[in-house]
């Protein structure tokens, strides 16, 4: 059995080569994103970064945040968000509750308010639809600030919004006029 801390390790190798940099290790994703489990492991061993099958499993099936999926056969594996790497995760447009979160750290609350939420290296800017998420992802870059998205309002003026597979609320850009300091 892998230990926490080398369960914690694959997680984040996964997100990388899934996310960000599949180059780094030769792997190859399709236009939705998914990669061959076997490739995967194979070039990841070549890599010296040998992972089991069944530790594969474990790391995709208890990821408190459901990173990566399987395909249906389990034959391939993808990241369900978050990435860099241009790719079609096939999400169809949803409509978003009427107000949505998104946790960012207090340096960056002028430069948002003044020009908006960007989406920066990642394909989507990312909201929450809860504050205790928000917090959770705006830690991540020093002293969290919860902002409040106006999503329906942005819904009813022709904004997309798509829910990826793991409960990220995924939009293009968020102007500043829908966003408000909590
Ligand atoms: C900020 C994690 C200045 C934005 C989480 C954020 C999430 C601006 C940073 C997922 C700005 C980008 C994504 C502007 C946006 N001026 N700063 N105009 N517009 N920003 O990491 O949303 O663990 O790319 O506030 O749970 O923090 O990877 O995005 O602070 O779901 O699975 O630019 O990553 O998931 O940072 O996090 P990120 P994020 P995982």
Same mark, same amino acid.
């Given at each position: 059995?892998?230990?926490?801390?080398?369960?914690?390790?694959?997680?984040?190798?996964?997100?990388?080569?899934?996310?960000?940099?599949?180059?780094?290790? !030769? $792997?190859?994703?399709? @236009?939705?994103?998914?990669?061959?489990?076997?490739?995967?492991?194979?070039? *990841?061993? %070549?890599? +010296?970064?040998?992972?089991?099958?069944?530790?594969?499993?474990?790391?995709?099936?208890?990821?408190?945040?459901?990173?990566?999926?399987?395909?249906?056969?389990?034959?391939?594996?993808?990241?369900?968000?978050?990435?860099?790497?241009?790719?079609?995760?096939?999400?169809?447009?949803?409509?978003?509750?009427?107000?949505?979160?998104?946790?960012?750290?207090?340096?960056?609350?002028?430069?948002?308010?003044?020009? !908006? $939420?960007?989406?920066? @290296?990642?394909?989507?800017?990312?909201?929450?639809?809860?504050?205790?998420? *928000?917090? %959770?992802? +705006?830690?991540?870059?020093?002293?969290?600030?919860?902002?409040?998205?106006?999503?329906?309002?942005?819904?009813?003026?022709?904004?997309?919004?798509?829910?990826?597979?793991?409960?990220?609320?995924?939009?293009?850009?968020?102007?500043?006029?829908?966003?408000?300091?909590?």
């Amino acid at each position: 059995m892998a230990t926490e801390k080398e369960i914690v390790g694959i997680s984040k190798f996964l997100s990388l080569v899934l996310r960000h940099q599949p180059e780094l290790i !030769g $792997l190859t994703l399709s @236009q939705e994103g998914w990669a061959n489990v076997d490739e995967l492991l194979a070039l *990841a061993a %070549k890599h +010296g970064k040998t992972i089991s099958r069944d530790t594969l499993n474990v790391v995709v099936d208890t990821n408190s945040k459901k990173r990566f999926a399987f395909s249906k056969d389990r034959q391939f594996i993808r990241a369900n968000q978050g990435h860099s790497v241009e790719v079609s995760l096939g999400y169809q447009p949803q409509t978003p509750p009427e107000i949505l979160y998104h946790g960012t750290a207090v340096q960056s609350v002028a430069s948002i308010l003044a020009t !908006g $939420l960007h989406k920066q @290296q990642r394909q989507h800017v990312h909201l929450s639809a809860d504050k205790d998420t *928000a917090t %959770k992802v +705006g830690q991540r870059h020093g002293k969290p600030v919860i902002l409040e998205t106006l999503t329906g309002d942005m819904h009813r003026q022709g904004y997309s919004f798509f829910l990826s597979d793991n409960g990220v609320w995924l939009t293009d850009h968020v102007p500043p006029a829908f966003i408000k300091p909590l």
